[in-house]
């Protein structure tokens, strides 16, 4: 079962910061938190991952609550082509591979 | 180009037939993984080779078989499916062991079992 809970749904306006939550209540101190995004009829795409630190890149920011048990994907200038399936994923370690868990993640549409 | 590279991208089956999906990385990474996803459902996860060993099946029916004759390629061997088969397949790879390395997925083959 997937470690994460995150909303449905979401919405925001182009242009704006679209603020996706996960809460990952269970998770254990070795654990990486992934995000990824898929848009219809397309594999997922890696977005950012990270442990403790806020992590940016050039797409996005994460932002992770002290305890871990939950985190923010932000996106400083939502676009229309943003508009796609967002996933949260605790990354589970096995002895020689990892695994990434997927849920129902959150359907963010940017509206114009 | 997301450096996994799947085909076919679609494919129409009879339940009698017998056909195999592809998967082929160019990232150089040692592990790979087969997803699948069905309308209106998350990923689940089928298997997993790692270091071309079979460490992870998840309880996934026998009229699927895998092979993973390399790092860089890798089969989903399909007979006697059913029409509830249909789904999306994907195929994703990574670097085991490094903590910073993520899954990249193809785009995976829409299969249609008739």
């Known amino acids: 079962d997937a470690k994460t809970t995150q909303p449905t749904s979401m919405d925001c306006a182009e242009g704006r910061a679209a603020n996706l939550p996960c809460n990952h209540s269970t998770i254990s101190g070795n654990e990486y938190v992934y995000w990824y995004r898929q848009i219809h009829s397309q594999g997922p795409q890696y977005i950012i991952h990270g442990l403790k630190n806020n992590e940016t890149n050039e797409m996005a920011s994460l932002i992770i609550t002290e305890d871990r048990k939950s985190s923010t994907l932000i996106l400083p200038h939502a676009t229309l082509r943003d508009t796609a399936v967002y996933y949260c994923?605790?990354?589970?370690?096995?002895?020689?591979?990892?695994?990434?868990?997927f849920g129902s993640g959150t359907r963010l549409l940017v509206r114009p | 180009e997301t450096g996994v590279t799947q085909t076919p991208r679609h494919l129409v089956m009879g339940m009698t037939n017998k056909k195999s999906l592809k998967c082929e990385q160019h990232?150089?990474?040692?592990?790979m993984y087969w997803y699948k996803q069905s309308a209106k459902k998350p990923l689940e996860l089928m298997f997993v080779?790692?270091?071309?060993?079979?460490?992870e099946n998840n309880s996934v029916p026998s009229r699927f078989s895998p092979e993973c004759p390399n790092s860089s390629h890798l089969f989903l061997h399909l007979h006697t499916l059913q029409p509830e088969d249909s789904a999306l397949y994907l195929c994703a790879s990574s670097q085991v062991l490094s903590y910073n390395s993520p899954l990249h997925f193809g785009n995976g083959t829409r299969l249609t079992v008739t």
């Open positions: 080779y790692s270091l071309e060993e079979r460490v």
């Open positions: 994923i605790v990354r589970v370690d096995e002895d020689s591979s990892y695994k990434l868990i």
């Open positions: 990232l150089g990474h040692n592990a």
